[in-house]
């Protein structure tokens, strides 16, 4: 398959100079290939946000290089880096505007990356394409486009989020727990969600979950890290018949 992202000897470090100073990447290599979708699993402290945080631009890394299709962005930042990566966030309340509107949310995400101006109005177009689209998931949330993104659940705008972080087909999707704050059910319904969008526009994902089994049923590679450092690159063939309590011996060195 064609690489997608790569990051070469990428490292990060906080508090650096001080008696705190630690290392949250080390040398991260990784080949990221077209279509992958990568489940992370790690203790706190492992780098997986921070090695999210890095690909999206949130900070500068301290070395190597990032590379998206062969060219390197690590001199873009986050704001650039929005343009072809889309984000879901633990928190449903991040990412959307709660006093605006789910048509005006998705309008935003869809101008996502151009050069525009905030404009609360939705084109008509849009209206249709977002009723249409909303209609599919069976939710009910073709009826709501009017209604303030912050009146709905946990699940409905964690829903809207997804949908809004995908809408353009980025480059890189990057999810950050994005179902951990939602009850089983639900996080249930946004993983088979995010599992169909995924698969359906071969979108490259990093996936964040501390859920082992999810970690296993999701995805076509897993990454276990440690200390900022990758420790298993696990593909499919061997994904395939590993058990969570063996996933979680990988983890914990057993």
Do not use: C, W
């Not at 599919?136 to 705008?157: A, F, P, V």
């Not at 480059?171 to 996080?187: C, F, G, N, W």
């Amino acid at each position: 398959m064609t690489s997608k992202l790569q990051l070469k000897a990428v490292s990060k470090g906080f508090k650096r100079h001080t008696p705190d100073a630690f290392t949250a990447l080390d040398q991260i290599n990784l080949d990221i290939a077209d279509g992958d979708f990568i489940t992370l699993v790690g203790g706190n402290g492992a780098g997986k946000s921070t090695l999210l945080n890095s690909i999206a631009g949130h900070f500068p890394i301290d070395s190597g290089d990032i590379y998206l299709d062969g060219e390197s962005i690590s001199h873009l930042d986050e704001e650039e880096r929005a343009a072809f990566v889309g984000r879901v966030f633990q928190n449903p309340a991040m990412g959307t505007a709660p006093r605006m509107t789910v048509a005006e949310n998705l309008a935003l995400a869809k101008r996502r990356g151009h050069k525009r101006r905030l404009r609360r109005s939705v084109k008509e177009d849009d209206r249709q394409e977002f009723a249409e689209m909303l209609s599919r998931l069976n939710l009910g949330l073709e009826d709501r486009l009017d209604t303030e993104i912050g009146s709905l659940s946990g699940g409905q705008r964690q829903t809207i989020s997804l949908l809004m972080a995908t809408i353009n087909r980025p480059e890189i999707l990057l999810l950050d727990e994005h179902t951990a704050a939602l009850d089983p059910k639900t996080s249930k319904l946004i993983l088979e969600l995010t599992n169909q969008i995924v698969r359906n526009d071969k979108l490259s994902t990093l996936m964040i979950t501390h859920n082992l089994q999810d970690a296993i049923d999701y995805g076509n590679r897993i990454l276990v890290l440690s200390h900022g450092s990758i420790l298993y690159d696990i593909k499919q063939e061997d994904k395939a018949n590993l058990t969570a309590i063996q996933l979680y011996q990988l983890m914990e060195g057993v």
